[in-house]
């Protein structure tokens, strides 16, 4: 069954370190993307991507990196994460034609 | 500049009852398409339906359809029978034929299905 997988599912980690999300999946979409969920601010894009070795810069791109090195494999990095990282982090893949997107079940961080 | 601006925080109404969740739009493009989108309790997030501005039938999917009214910029989502299960977050969301596939989404719609 396609689906939009992410792990880790939760993360606690510490301020300056270094996070990674994975994300893989298995739609066979060129697109992929990253969000995070705020209370109060709905859903924010931080990275996507139009296919392997592609990455572009959302709204919200500051503090975080982008690799895709597969179709199937979407990653964001914090290179020194910091407590207002703190979140959900959404990965989602999109159909080129319509635009609907898929999405994972999300990855609650947390930085202390 | 293109925005979607749903008013409706949140809505109660009975089950079995049906509930339409409004949205509307703002975009210079001729050509665009328009979602809705589902969040559990549980965090997921789940595509419910899509119209095409280029159609005038409405999308249906389901016990989900649209009442899209091109002049007046609106989509809205109506839910027939309402289930206990239907309760969750209803987002709206927007994508302009020339963007980059990015979604400008609304703050959403909270939905509680009273038994």
């Known amino acids: 069954e396609a689906a939009v997988t992410q792990s880790p599912r939760n993360k606690v980690a510490v301020t300056g370190g270094k996070v990674t999300l994975s994300c893989n999946q298995t739609?066979?979409?060129?697109?992929m993307y990253w969000y995070r969920q705020d209370t109060g601010h709905g859903l924010r894009l931080i990275h996507y991507?139009?296919?392997?070795?592609?990455?572009e810069k959302g709204d919200i791109p500051d503090g975080y990196k982008a690799s895709r090195p597969s179709q199937e494999n979407f990653s964001l990095i914090l290179e020194l994460a910091t407590p207002s990282q703190t979140s959900v982090y959404f990965c989602?893949?999109?159909?080129?034609?319509?635009?609907?997107?898929?999405f994972g079940p999300g990855t609650r961080l947390t930085v202390l | 500049a293109q925005k979607v601006t749903q008013t409706q925080t949140s809505i109660s109404v009975m089950e079995k009852t049906t509930v339409t969740m409004d949205c509307v739009y703002e975009?210079?493009?001729?050509?665009?398409?328009l979602f809705w989108y589902k969040q559990t309790a549980s965090g997921e997030i789940v595509f419910l339906i899509r119209?095409?501005?280029?159609k005038k039938e409405n999308a249906t999917e389901g016990h989900y359809s649209l009442n899209f009214q091109k002049p007046k910029s609106s989509i809205g989502l109506i839910i027939t029978a309402t289930q206990i299960e239907d309760s969750a977050v209803y987002f709206c969301?927007?994508?302009?034929?020339?963007?980059?596939?990015?979604?400008?989404w609304g703050s959403g719609t909270k939905l509680i299905i009273k038994p």
């Open positions: 989602a893949s999109g159909d080129a034609w319509g635009g609907e997107q898929y």
């Open positions: 739609n066979n979409h060129n697109n």
């Open positions: 991507s139009y296919g392997a070795g592609s990455t």
């Open positions: 975009t210079r493009d001729s050509s665009y398409f």
């Open positions: 119209q095409d501005s280029y």
């Open positions: 969301a927007m994508r302009e034929g020339d963007s980059n596939y990015q979604l400008i």
